[in-house]
């Protein structure tokens, strides 16, 4: 079966522009997380979604924001883009939020300029 | 103090030794212990996972959990270039699911 898709693969943005990112989870999966990966802090959770209701968040400023919609695909945005937001976004998805295997997809990896 | 602590290396070791990675965490509570594999320009891939203390072995992969000393290890024999990535270790709380990550430690095996 397909994996987790995430579009696009690369982005380079200017400081002050915004970003949405998508993710199409595994089919039947329903919880999708978000992660962003810097070499310097690892890997930090975003937040995350079941049945378009977000369920947990991590320690980020409001500018990173999330959705969900009916057919479990989400997407991420950030606005007012800074220098520190060049990352590696990682997408996992699950069946439940209690589903502790999680399925990454390859990443998008933002670059701002 | 973190609550995941690993060190990220990089760990360089030559091709067929025994390889061994470490993490150390600091609640007690913690039952589920996760070994994700992480290639270059690729989302992490679940390798291993085990449940409160022991080993548990998958081919040439040993996941170890010795919860008196809250220490994690993940064994890889006759390693191989191929298991060249980064390795994290990832403990789900109790309360949310929600992981916790270590740093990840980058593994060359140099043929």
């Known amino acids: 079966k397909a994996g987790v898709t995430q579009t696009p693969r690369y982005l380079i943005k200017t400081r002050g522009q915004q970003v949405t990112l998508s993710c199409s989870p595994i089919?039947?999966?329903?919880?999708v997380s978000w992660y962003q990966q810097t070499p310097g802090q690892g890997l930090q959770f975003l937040f995350e979604?079941?049945?378009?209701?977000?369920?947990n968040k991590g320690n980020f400023p409001g500018r990173f924001s999330g959705r969900q919609f009916s057919n479990s695909r989400s997407e991420m945005n950030v606005s007012t883009l800074e220098l520190g937001d060049s990352a590696l976004y990682l997408c996992a998805s699950s069946f439940t939020t209690r589903d502790t295997e999680a399925f990454f997809g390859q990443g998008t990896r933002l670059t701002v300029v | 103090q973190k609550e995941v602590e690993q060190d990220p290396g990089p760990l360089s070791v030559p091709e067929g030794a025994i390889v061994s990675l470490n993490c150390t965490y600091s609640?007690?509570?913690?039952?589920?212990f996760m070994w994700y594999r992480q290639y270059s320009r690729k989302g992490p891939e679940l390798l291993m996972y085990?449940?409160s203390s022991g080993n548990k072995e998958d081919g040439r992969f040993t996941a170890q959990v010795d919860k008196s000393s809250k220490y994690i290890s993940l064994f890889i024999r006759d390693s191989q270039p191929s298991d060249s990535a980064t390795y994290l270790c990832?403990?789900?709380?109790?309360?949310?699911?929600?992981?916790?990550w270590g740093a990840g430690t980058k593994l060359i095996i140099k043929p």
């Open positions: 089919s039947g999966h329903r919880s």
């Open positions: 609640n007690s509570a913690f039952q589920y």
């Open positions: 990832a403990i789900p709380r109790r309360s949310n699911y929600q992981l916790i």
């Open positions: 085990t449940y």
């Open positions: 979604y079941f049945s378009e209701t977000q369920r």
